[in-house]
């Protein structure tokens, strides 16, 4: 597979020997000869991670001269980095993800497409990220005025606007979002299944990094195509093993990102990268994500992902009690110290937390100090990102 994208990679590398400090030293360093084999070229280039971009990022950005446009990302560790693009770039990005969307629906365009959290939407619509009861009425029934056919947005919001809406808080009328596409956070089939069904809708995966956008898009088989005619996938050996040896960790390359480049750029999130001849008549690289990024590994520990093991013991309160948590989040607060915030469903008890404790001195040691906290509605984390597990101590 990477010998069919050797024009392109090959191209790139040339530009940034030329343009880009960073990479005309490792070339230099390494004699690598542009003009050798490419897999000899390819596998001689270091993998990077965000981290590797923020601590060279003097000589990370390449000498060019047009103009350029700044958005933040912050990584788990929370420190942001700030990814650039031409408007070029910013072009080419837009277009392709434009073309998938078409593939779904030829009516789609910028007016009836919404993206939650973005400037003009806030600006419309207010900030559909405060989840407080009252102001997600109001600023769904300010989206709806709208009239979109399309959302996008991260999967956690669609649930909770979904369960609003089953609640009968706020009007809608079944059916007339068309398409909800997912970007920003892994989306399980129960979570999709619950939005589809609610808003009459339905889901499309996104597969995108700020630093890139979009990388790849499901098509109406279900599959996760990468965009061949801009990335080159490959999958690094990940820190835990798995019982399917083909997963690792998504590392990509991209022949568009030439202000900032993401050349063997390690996304930390787990998957697999096959190569499919898809009934939908594409030939491309495809990705099946595992859900969870590595660095959501609970620190201190090998291999244990926070998310997966808080999830099972929240799954043993519902097995016994039913109904009785409406959310959730489990922060690593300390080495051997976590919070669990809980929003309480109907059943909840107060015994809940005992058991709960148990499940996780049972996994993690009997040393470990945890505290609840109960709460309104589970917020998002200064990053925005809802998640499940996050650990604040600094490896
Ligand atoms: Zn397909």
């Known amino acids: 597979m990477l010998i069919q994208k050797e ?16 990479y005309h030293d490792i070339i230099q360093k390494n004699q690598i000869d542009l003009d050798s084999n490419i897999e000899s070229i390819f596998y001689k280039l270091p993998v990077i991670t965000k981290q590797d971009i923020r601590e060279h990022y003097s000589e990370y950005l390449s000498k060019i001269t047009l103009p350029q446009f700044s958005e933040f990302t912050s ?3 929370g420190k942001p980095v700030n990814c650039v693009k031409t408007s070029a770039e910013r072009t080419t990005a837009g277009i ?25 939407t ?49 009007p809608y009328t079944y059916g007339s979002i068309k398409f909800l ?10 979570q999709r299944q619950l939005v589809e069904k609610v ?13 890139s956008w979009c990388i790849a898009y499901e098509c109406t088989c279900g599959k996760l195509h990468v965009q061949n005619n801009l990335f080159y996938a490959e999958t690094r050996r990940p820190k835990q093993q798995f019982e399917d040896k083909d997963i690792g960790e998504i590392t990509i390359t991209s022949f568009y990102n030439k202000l900032m480049p993401l050349v063997r750029y390690n996304i930390q999130d787990y998957g697999k990268v096959t190569i499919e001849q898809c009934e939908c008549g594409e030939t491309s690289q495809v990705l099946t994500l595992l859900g969870g990024r590595t660095a959501d590994i609970i620190v201190g520990t090998e291999d244990i992902l926070g998310e997966l093991f808080f999830k099972r013991g929240i799954y043993k309160l519902i097995d016994r009690y039913g109904d009785c948590v409406d959310g959730f989040r489990a922060e690593q607060i300390a080495l051997r110290e976590f919070l669990i915030r809980i929003q309480k469903g109907k059943g909840f008890r107060e015994e809940m937390s005992e058991i709960m404790t148990k499940h996780i001195k049972s996994g993690l040691g009997n040393d470990v100090i ?26």
């Open 7 to 22: 024009k392109e990679i090959r191209k790139l590398l040339k530009f940034l020997d030329e343009k880009n400090d960073f």
């Open 75 to 77: 990584g788990s560790t």
């Open 96 to 120: 392709n993800v434009w073309k998938r969307r078409h593939q779904w629906d030829k009516e789609a365009d910028i007016n009836n497409y919404i993206y939650l959290y973005d400037k003009n």
């Open 122 to 170: 806030y600006r419309k619509v207010g900030n559909l990220l405060n989840f407080e009861k009252n102001n997600m009425i109001k600023c769904f029934k300010r989206l709806m005025d709208l009239n979109p056919r399309w959302l996008s947005g991260p999967i956690s919001s669609f649930v909770r606007y979904a369960k609003l809406i089953e609640e009968g808080e706020v």
């Open 181 to 190: 596409e997912l970007a920003g956070e892994y989306a399980t089939k129960e």
């Open 199 to 211: 808003f009459g809708a339905k889901t499309i995966n996104h597969y995108g990094i700020m630093e």
């Open 370 to 395: 945890v505290h609840y906290e109960y709460v309104d509605v589970i917020a998002p984390l200064p990053s925005g990102k809802m998640k499940i597990f996050y650990s604040h101590v600094q490896i």
